[in-house]
């Protein structure tokens, strides 16, 4: 395998100098040697050719299957009571938005299915969203993650992780990947199902949390190794790093972990449910944090030592005996954070550091009629404004003749 981790390297130039010897002719100086480019910025190591249960990956993009479009957004005022907002349907494209993040830049970039759709937006007031979708299959990406404006990572289906060194424009794919099952390596990086979410700790420190396997890597996404940590029948997912050091997992059957190594090795932490769902996972500061999933909220005000179940008003008739409805949650600081569901599309918002939770709006009643079947996946909170991506169904959309009513990716967004 140490054939598979090498690296291209930039040569430099030759610097040529000269100086001036007492009566002598000029001499050259020696070379001076470029520095070699770091993790960061290194392709992703190629397959040898030697190796033929590799598969390199590099063109992994079929350019017959990349669709582009620059689908401008249809607004739909949404109100509800004193509360106000947008929803917006991205004409032109049919994926279904799972995840987002708002850069340092202000710049939004989402991700979603099928066909491996990554949607960006220049800033929270464009118009417009650039929707790329790489792939034509029913192949989806569920997780987004930027450690700054320029380097992020995207990991969605099977054993697929995606990195940008461009701030999104482009993209291109881990390659570790082999043709033989067998191969303990192949084992090893390739996850039971989808991956769905990732964090870094630091620049070169990040996790990726998905169907029975936590990957973990230490020099920028270079390379990634698998977490001996036991997992079986388990999804993590989400993931998040409250500083270089600690961090959070959690998933289904209720399972929450915790790392104080950047992710080397994690530790089971109890709630007092082990059948939760778990999805929203948040942190406002290093001791105040919330975790969500199904219908139950638990928020810690001491870093982790502890978590105490929150009280959220949910509105009646609600039936809050399904396995998914908080979908994403994020705390702004250690007061104030927002959660949102799948089933209903509905917002909550906390100001007393999650203790308690109130629905502050349901997208198809506040859009007036103008919007049904919505869910909300993906949450993500800009300088000033939230931000939320799931699926809706236009009421232009729905048709007469007893058709099923075509769904659009919708974004969400709300004035904090």
């Not at 390659?175 to 033989?180: A, E, G």
């Not at 996972?281 to 944090?289: N, Q, R, V």
Request: some cysteine; hydrophobic content about 40%; overall charge negative.
């Amino acid at each position: 395998m140490k054939a598979m981790h090498w690296f291209a390297v930039m040569l430099g130039g030759l610097a040529l100098g000269a100086c001036q010897n007492k009566g002598g002719p000029a001499e050259k100086a020696p070379p001076a040697a470029k520095p070699a480019q770091t993790a960061a910025t290194q392709p992703y190591p190629r397959c040898p050719e030697s190796d033929y249960k590799c598969i390199d990956l590099h063109d992994a993009f079929d350019p017959s299957e990349h669709r582009s479009v620059d689908a401008r957004l249809a607004p739909i005022a949404l109100i509800s009571g004193e509360h106000q907002g947008q929803a917006a349907v991205l004409a032109g494209t049919d994926s279904v938005l799972t995840d987002l993040q708002v850069l340092p830049s202000g710049r939004l970039v989402a991700v979603g299915g099928s066909g491996l759709a990554v949607a960006s937006a220049a800033n929270e007031t464009a118009d417009t969203w650039h929707v790329d979708n790489y792939s034509g299959f029913a192949d989806s990406l569920r997780g987004v993650s930027f450690y700054d404006d320029k380097h992020g990572f995207a990991v969605g289906d099977g054993a697929l992780i995606l990195r940008t060194q461009d701030g999104g424009s482009h993209w291109e794919v881990f390659n570790h990947i082999y043709t033989d099952p067998k191969n303990p390596e192949y084992a090893d990086l390739k996850f039971q199902g989808a991956a769905y979410s990732m964090a870094f700790a630091d620049a070169d420190h990040g996790v990726i949390g998905g169907e029975a396997r936590l990957l973990r890597t230490s020099d920028g996404g270079q390379q990634w190794q698998r977490v001996a940590q036991q997992l079986d029948g388990i999804a993590i997912q989400r993931v998040t790093f409250v500083d270089a050091k600690r961090g959070w997992a959690v998933g289904s059957a209720g399972t929450v972990l915790r790392t104080d190594d950047a992710g080397e090795h994690w530790a089971p932490v109890s709630l007092d449910d082990p059948h939760a769902h778990l999805m929203g996972l948040s942190f406002g500061d290093a001791m105040h944090g919330c975790i969500g999933g199904g219908y139950k909220v638990w928020c810690s005000q001491d870093g982790g030592k502890s978590w105490l179940a929150s009280e959220v008003a949910w509105p009646k008739g609600v039936d809050t005996g399904e396995d998914i409805a908080i979908t994403g949650l994020v705390m702004r600081d250690a007061g104030h954070g927002w959660f949102v569901t799948r089933e209903g599309a509905r917002i909550f918002h906390t100001d007393d550091g999650g203790r308690h939770w109130s629905l502050w709006m349901s997208v198809p009643q506040a859009s007036q009629g103008k919007l049904s079947d919505a869910n909300l996946w993906g949450l993500a909170l800009g300088r000033d404004r939230g931000w939320a991506v799931g699926v809706g169904v236009p009421a232009k959309a729905r048709p007469d003749d007893g058709v099923a009513p075509e769904s659009k990716p919708i974004v969400v967004s709300w004035k904090l």
